[in-house]
């Protein structure tokens, strides 16, 4: 017989073992008889013959080494799978995946599921090794006649493979290969997945390929796995799914795309009712049954899935997740692995975030700042003691493309997915108010702090010293000037000639450092600039950064790391990642945090104050500072109680293209729909934190402050103008310098008194005595003291405003309340109060355009000519 002969009859075998129901070991004989004739049938020939001695047992015939051969070794691995985050009421947050799937075991699958996938797929699938031979021979002779790689034939065992290497493909090189279906590389595919086929199900039992066949295969739309696919197009779980719903489903898996029902419900319906067809000739239903569902439509109740943030209800705060499991090494050794943990590994991840609190936030910010103004408002809201986030929000929303969108966190430092930051402008005062106070300078300090001053930057020391240089740093104020006045009312008024000499004394290191440490570093992860202009905010920073360092102030001088994530848990359950226990460290003394947040209430409750407006409701106690940069680039407010330190900065963040990208100022932008002559941390992100805190703390306890030693809430003290290191708590009455004070007995009607230069002099009244202010001369402001404490009448003393605004009316006389009961009063212009800090007095607002605390016609104080209305 001619070689070409006997190629023919090998053909001619071959074929009617594939399409006849010819005797196999007949069929097969001639094969092997006729496979030497060519080497390429050889080669291709025994892809299929090889493994399938082995697979049915035949290896005495053919040699047992054969089976040994054709084996290869197969790892499976874990499936990818969904990954949740969950918020405070574990409630979810937001999912992430690669496939979106969620694993089930096999007794969690309906059976109707189970009879419809082995119907159309492998009907004999318990009753045969890992390969069809006559369905392999009869796809191979296809192939081969149509000169590609058409047809399948491959048992459910086999498709099982073959889905595993597609699913742990690392890249479209290795993805491909493994899809290869065109020569060679076809058949070297096809030939790997048979000898895998075999490890397979020499390890596993058929009933555990199976199960996991149905979390691996590919439904469409997004659907990996069946509990996936059920609730994808039926909003069910797998162990729900009627008959007609299975039969769908196992008709998907053949060409998802093709059958997907939401994208061609015609084509999926006509393979649904081939599966019913299968399933009615194999016998797993009857005719009848399949007859009456082959005339029902599909039914179908979809369910979106979102992956990522873009869907979450809490974008912004998601993102800060996301970037906030890259830094947990318990998750992977590189960022790139622990977000592959979060994309594949079917974590469960409980979060600090409470959806009140988030949807609060969100509206307190869109209330004041649209998605599209040219500014953005951007909040973050910590716990003090713990570190919780509680809310992140922007007027922006999170997102890519888009008008009013972004996906820029301008709550939060660059590292975890903000910008670089804003300046905090007189914000970051406080620190320079708690290296005062930490290096033991008085808060009776006082300095005469004009409308400008000059000081040779020569006078500055940073943390490598003395600073050299020959220039100087001229700051002034935005409403004037001041004669004497001491640390707590430079703080409450903010003023920045004050502030520029305090640093003197304090030197700029130990506030960059205090800041640092309390976590208000630069946005950017630079180093903290040390430099004269710092002390009065020019280090960009994130509202999280600024909120985590008061929260230290509320935490009585704890700083605690801020965390979103409490615990994380693996696909089986196991906690791998616990942070219940707040990551907390002492930065300040107990006592030098509570005069700070002494000092700092009073920037809010006592009258002049620049956080005047934002007094929260029922008399709550709160403690904060308001912020403005040069130009009114970025304003700011960050407050906070006992229980909760919230950050509020409102600015230009894109900048004017015109001007090569400059950022303008917000003075004259409309902010949702209101224009705004001039920006002042007290008139926008100062009400946007007021909305925020009123609600949230609606309901819970009026904590207070604890006093610092030896400090009333309205500290009496005196000096002169050079500073003293004596104590911390230097509230004596004494007379010096620029500033008198006169002094009352304990339990009697004395009238303290000094005519002092300052705006405010104290009285000086003791427990149970009246204490009356000393007047003030004309000058910058009018003057007007402090009267004395608990139970006295706090009379303020006179003056008169020596240049108040020209297009302001002269306010009229103030008359404010003294700490408990007694009576304040006072009839000038920047009105005394009395030592609990009175409402009623009147006052002219401070520099920044802060808000002086009220408004006309109710005996308030007013911030300035612009502000009214806000």
Not at 22 to 36: H, Q, S, T, Y
Not at 323 to 341: C, D, M
Not at 696 to 717: Q, V
Request: charged share 25%.
């Amino acid at each position: 017989m001619s070689r070409t002969a006997r190629v023919v009859d090998l053909w001619s075998a071959a074929r009617a073992m594939a399409f006849s129901p010819v005797p196999f070991l007949v069929g097969l004989r001639r094969v092997f008889v006729a496979i030497g004739v060519s080497a390429l049938c050889g080669v291709l020939m025994a892809g299929i013959v090889l493994p399938v001695v082995g697979a049915l047992g035949l290896g005495a015939r053919v040699g047992s080494e054969w089976f040994d051969d054709m084996t290869i070794d197969f790892e499976p691995g874990p499936l990818a799978e969904t990954s949740r985050i969950l918020d405070a009421d574990g409630r979810v947050l937001a999912t992430f995946f690669d496939e979106n799937r969620d694993y089930v075991e096999l007794d969690e699958i309906a059976d109707v599921m189970i009879d419809a996938i082995l119907a159309v797929e492998d009907d004999r699938f318990f009753e045969r090794g890992p390969i069809d031979f006559q369905g392999t021979l009869r796809a191979f002779i296809r192939n081969v006649e149509a000169g590609e790689t058409q047809a399948g034939g491959s048992t459910l065992t086999q498709q099982y493979v073959k889905l595993v290497r597609v699913s742990q493909a690392q890249n479209a090189q290795e993805r491909s290969s493994v899809l290869a279906s065109d020569g060679v590389d076809g058949y070297r595919r096809k030939l790997d997945e048979l000898r895998m086929a075999i490890s397979v199900e020499q390890e596993y039992t058929k009933e555990e390929i199976l199960e996991r066949y149905l979390n691996i295969a590919f439904f469409g739309s997004r659907a990996y796995g069946v509990e996936a696919a059920a609730r994808t197009y039926f909003s069910v779980g797998a162990g729900e799914l009627t008959l007609a719903q299975a039969a769908l489903l196992a008709g998907i898996v053949q060409s998802p795309n093709r059958y997907d029902p939401n994208r061609n419900p015609d084509a999926a319906l006509a393979r649904r009712n081939v599966v019913l067809g299968r399933m009615a000739e194999t016998g797993m239903i009857s005719e009848l049954t399949a007859a009456e569902l082959r005339g029902t439509d599909l039914d179908l109740k979809p369910r979106s899935v979102s992956n990522g943030c873009v869907d979450s209800y809490a974008g912004f705060y998601c993102d800060y997740v996301v970037n906030e499991i890259r830094t947990i090494e318990e998750l992977g050794s590189t960022p790139e692995e622990r977000e592959h943990a979060l994309t594949r590994g079917g974590l469960t991840i409980e979060s600090t975030l409470r959806r009140s609190v988030q949807r609060t936030a969100e509206g307190a910010v869109s209330e004041r700042v649209a998605a599209t103004d040219e500014a953005i408002a951007s909040l973050a809201a910590i716990e003090p003691g713990t570190g919780d986030i509680q809310a992140l929000a922007n007027s922006r929303e999170y997102g890519v493309d888009g008008e009013g969108v972004s996906n820029f966190n301008y709550a939060v430092d660059r590292d975890m997915g903000g910008s670089v930051g804003m300046q905090p402008g007189s914000a970051a005062k406080a620190f320079v108010l708690a290296a005062a106070v930490k290096q033991g300078i008085g808060l009776g300090t006082s300095f005469s702090s004009p409308a400008q001053i000059s000081v040779p930057i020569s006078r500055y020391s940073d943390c490598d010293g003395r600073i050299r240089s020959s220039e100087t740093w001229r700051p002034k104020n935005y409403d004037g000037g001041y004669g004497g006045i001491d640390v707590r009312t430079a703080t409450e008024r903010s003023v920045n000639t004050f502030f520029a000499q305090l640093a003197v004394e304090t030197g700029l290191c130990e506030p960059a450092k205090l800041a640092q440490k309390m976590g208000a570093g630069r946005a950017d992860g630079s180093d903290y600039r040390t430099f004269p202009a710092s002390v009065l905010g020019a280090n960009e920073v994130s509202p999280l950064g600024m909120a985590q360092a008061y929260a230290t102030f509320a935490n009585r001088g704890v700083h605690c790391q801020p965390r979103a994530v409490v615990k994380v848990k693996n696909r089986s359950g196991k906690v791998v990642v616990d942070r219940s226990e707040p990551d907390c460290e002492r930065v300040l003394e107990k006592n030098v945090a509570d005069t700070v947040n002494s000092v700092l209430e009073g920037v809010v409750h006592n009258a002049g104050g620049t956080g005047g407006r934002m007094q929260l409701e029922d008399g709550r106690r709160a403690a904060g500072k308001t912020g403005t940069t040069n130009g009114a680039v970025a304003v700011w407010f960050v407050g906070y109680t006992p229980q909760l330190a919230t950050a509020v900065a409102v600015a230009d963040v894109d900048g004017d293209e015109r001007d090569g990208g400059r950022l303008r100022s917000l003075d004259g932008m409309s902010f949702n729909g209101e224009q705004i002559p001039q920006a002042c941390g007290g008139c926008i992100p100062g009400p946007i934190w007021k909305h925020f805190m009123d609600e949230i703390l609606e309901g819970e306890p009026k904590k207070t402050f604890n006093r610092p030693r030896g400090i009333t809430r309205r500290d009496d003290s005196g000096g002169g103008s050079t500073p003293s290191r004596d104590s911390s708590n230097d509230d004596a009455g004494s007379s010096g310098g620029d500033r008198n004070s006169g002094s009352g007995d304990m339990n009697s009607d004395t009238t303290g008194g000094g005519q002092g230069s300052s705006e405010r002099t104290d009285g000086g009244g003791s427990d149970g005595s009246d204490g009356r202010g000393g007047d003030g001369n004309d000058g910058d402001r009018g003057g007007g003291g402090d009267g004395g404490s608990t139970g006295g009448d706090g009379g303020g003393g006179s003056g008169t405003p020596d240049d108040p605004p020209s297009s302001v009316p002269p306010p009229p006389a103030g008359g404010g309340d003294a700490n408990g009961n007694g009576d304040g009063g006072g009839d000038g212009h920047g009105g005394g109060d009395g030592s609990g800090g009175g409402t009623d007095n009147d006052g002219w607002g401070s520099e920044d355009r802060e808000d002086g605390g009220g408004d006309w016609g109710n005996g308030d104080s007013n911030p300035d000519p612009d502000d009214s209305g806000w």
